[in-house]
T-cell receptor, first 110, second 116 residues
């Protein structure tokens, strides 16, 4: 089993739709969680950190479920510019081990 | 925000040559930098963790003699792909974090290596 698993997609949704995807992790000692966005042949860019209480940044909402060991990302009112690959990142308490999920491809159509 | 500069952005070389990629933290000191490789439509795969002033820590399956890492200062780490072969063609990305554990990672812009 992979340490961090994501549905590779692609998710193909119309502009304006709400889309959500999950990321599961196997190490219960994981402490830090992030969502990164990566455009084709570009470096990943931090989208948002994921906090235990959940957090929201504009149209984006991230949630953490420690009991079930998954994090989620919800995108509301999706825009064409949201088309990208979304990477789930999990690290342990010392951040000595940082694991990337394989990414979920999202494509927003007009 | 923190800036990480990676150079070159792309390189084409003949099989058997060596290629050096630089990763610089421009506005912070990074005792630790990470080197990743990404094949098309695949995720980032950690190759090694570069530690300033000491030997790099390589992930399983990554040949340390082929991928030489030097982290001689707090702002610069280099990755040298020695005797490159076509199968080494990939997108290489470095990252660094400005602080202690749990700080966010900042990435270089990546280097697309094509070995002919």
């Amino acid at each position: 089993r992979k340490e961090v698993e994501q549905d590779p997609g692609p998710f193909n949704v119309p502009e304006g739709a709400t889309v959500a995807f999950n990321c599961t992790y196997s190490n219960s000692a994981s402490q830090s969680f992030f969502w990164y966005r990566q455009d084709c042949r570009k470096e990943p860019k931090l989208l948002m950190s994921v906090y235990s209480s959940g957090n929201e940044d504009g149209r984006f909402t991230a949630q953490l479920n420690r009991a079930s060991q998954y994090i989620s990302l919800l995108i509301r009112d999706s825009k064409l510019s949201d088309s990208a690959t979304y990477l789930c990142v999990v690290s342990d308490s010392s951040a000595s081990k940082i694991i990337f999920g394989s990414g979920t491809r999202l494509s927003i159509r007009p | 925000g923190a800036v990480v500069s990676q150079h070159p952005s792309w390189v084409i070389c003949k099989s058997g040559t060596s290629v050096k990629i630089e990763c610089r933290s421009l506005d912070f000191q990074a005792t630790t930098m990470f080197w990743y490789r990404q094949f098309p439509k695949q995720s980032l795969m950690l190759m090694a963790t570069s530690n300033e002033g000491s030997k790099a820590t390589y992930e399983q399956g990554v040949e340390k003699d082929k991928f030489l890492i030097n982290h001689a200062s707090l702002t610069l780490s280099t990755l040298t792909v020695t005797s490159a072969h076509p199968e080494d063609s990939s997108f290489y990305i470095c990252s660094a974090r400005p602080g202690q554990a749990n700080e966010k990672l900042f990435f270089g812009s990546g280097t697309q290596l094509s070995v002919l």
